[in-house]
C-alpha cells in the first residue's frame, strides 16, 4: 500500500480556506457598501444665508435641505460680488476617519461609516446635525427624513 503525500493535502486545505476567505470577505464588503455613503452639498442661500443639502438615493432621501437664516458667513465663504450663489463643497463619506474634521460651515464630530451610509454628526452655528438611516436629528430632536424637504433653522443664542 502506498502512502499519501501529506503536503497534498495541507495545500489542498489551504486552497479551499483562500477560496473561502476570498468569497467571505467579498460579500461582507458588498453587505457592507450596498447602501453608498451620504453626500452632503454646502450651499449658498439666495438671501446670502448658508444651507446644506443631503442626498441618499438608495434610502430614498433627496434634496432635503437645512436652512440657517440668520448666520452668515466667513469672508473665504461668500460669493464675489455680483455673482450668482453656487454650491461650495460636497462631501461625501464613503471612509471612515479620524473625528473631529472641519467641513464647510462648521465640523464633523462623530462618523461610523462601517456600515454605509452610517451615522454622521456634525456641529454648525450651535446645532448638533446627525443624519442617521432611520432618522435625522437635529439638536436632539428626531425628524423623518421626507424627499425635498427644508428644515429652517433659528440662530442659536450663543451665536449672536
Same mark, same amino acid.
Given at each position: ?94 471612509? @471612515? +476617519?479620524?473625528?473631529?474634521? !472641519? ?9 461610523? #461609516? =462601517? &456600515? /454605509?451610509?452610517? $451615522? ?12 442617521? @438611516? +432611520?432618522?435625522?436629528?437635529? !439638536? ?9 424637504? #427644508? =428644515? &429652517? /433653522?433659528?440662530? $442659536?443664542?450663543?451665536?449672536?
Amino acid at each position: 500500500m502506498k502512502a499519501d503525500n501529506p503536503a497534498k493535502h495541507f495545500l489542498l486545505a489551504f486552497l479551499i480556506a483562500l477560496v473561502g476567505y476570498g468569497l467571505c470577505y467579498q460579500l461582507i464588503q458588498h453587505w457592507r457598501t450596498r447602501q453608498g455613503p451620504w453626500s452632503v452639498t454646502f450651499l449658498v442661500a439666495s438671501n446670502a444665508s448658508p444651507a446644506i443639502l443631503i442626498r441618499q438615493p438608495r434610502l430614498g432621501i433627496t434634496n432635503v435641505q437645512i436652512m440657517f437664516p440668520g448666520e452668515s458667513l466667513s469672508k473665504n465663504d461668500q460669493p464675489a460680488a455680483g455673482t450668482v450663489p453656487q454650491s461650495t463643497t460636497t462631501l461625501t463619506f464613503p471612509q @471612515p +476617519r479620524p473625528v473631529p474634521f !472641519d467641513v464647510s460651515y462648521g465640523r464633523c464630530v462623530f462618523m461610523d #461609516t =462601517i &456600515s /454605509l451610509p452610517g $451615522t454622521v454628526t456634525f456641529q454648525m452655528f450651535g446645532h448638533e446635525i446627525e443624519l442617521l @438611516p +432611520r432618522v435625522l436629528t437635529i !439638536d436632539r430632536q428626531e425628524y423623518p427624513w421626507r424627499p425635498e424637504a #427644508t =428644515i &429652517s /433653522l433659528a440662530a $442659536t443664542k450663543t451665536n449672536k
